[in-house]
């Protein structure tokens, strides 16, 4: 497997080594030691999740400000652009963000560490997104920063309007969320 890092160091995107043959391909969607090994530290997920979203819909920024998430994330039908947010105070990138065009075609995974709120937004027809995170869903401390905070300024490659959960649609602004 490929291991680059981002623009911010501790996001990384992880490219699994696919081996296509006559049938099809196989790949190993996570290996627990080589992934320990990406990210120089060890590290235990307890959640799988998976959601499917038409064209256009946007959901985030997503974090919670207890029981914070590590997010290894991936697209297994469609096309997304997948966004970290460094919001950790005390980080030289605080407040900058880096996005990664995730597909079933590329396979392309992304490590979102703890300390950054993460959201995405489609760009085929329909995405099904699969991701494993560090510590379960507590919706007591989930947090949303506004998608289009100004400040943050995310160039989200969408056409037309996004589409919001109502939720989201409350998303703070970076100035007033809670950071880490
Ligand atoms: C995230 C989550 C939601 N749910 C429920 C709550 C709700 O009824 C329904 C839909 O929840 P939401 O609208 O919060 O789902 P969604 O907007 O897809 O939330 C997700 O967005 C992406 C960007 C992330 O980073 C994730 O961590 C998560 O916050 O599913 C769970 O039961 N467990 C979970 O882990």
Partial sequence: ?????????????????????DRGFFFE????????AAIGKPVKFVQDN??????N?????????????GKLVRVVQGIVFD????IRKNSSTFGQWVGEILSAENKKQLWVPEGFAHGFVVLSKTAEFLYKTTDYYAPEFE?????????????????????????DQLGKSFAEAEHF
């Fill in 83 to 86: 966004v970290a947010v460094d």
């Fill in 143 to 167: 947090r949303c920063i506004a998608w289009n905070d100004p400040e943050i300024d995310i160039k989200w490659p969408i056409n037309g309007a996004a589409l919001l959960s109502a939720k």
């Fill in 57 to 69: 819909v946007l959901r985030g920024m997503h974090y919670q400000i207890q029981q914070p998430q």
């Fill in 50 to 55: 998976h959601s499917k979203s038409a064209e």
């Fill in 1 to 21: 497997m490929i291991v680059t890092p981002t623009a911010i160091a501790d996001v990384l995107v992880i490219e699994p080594n696919v081996f296509g043959d």
């Fill in 29 to 36: 969607s996570f290996n627990h030691a080589k992934f320990e």
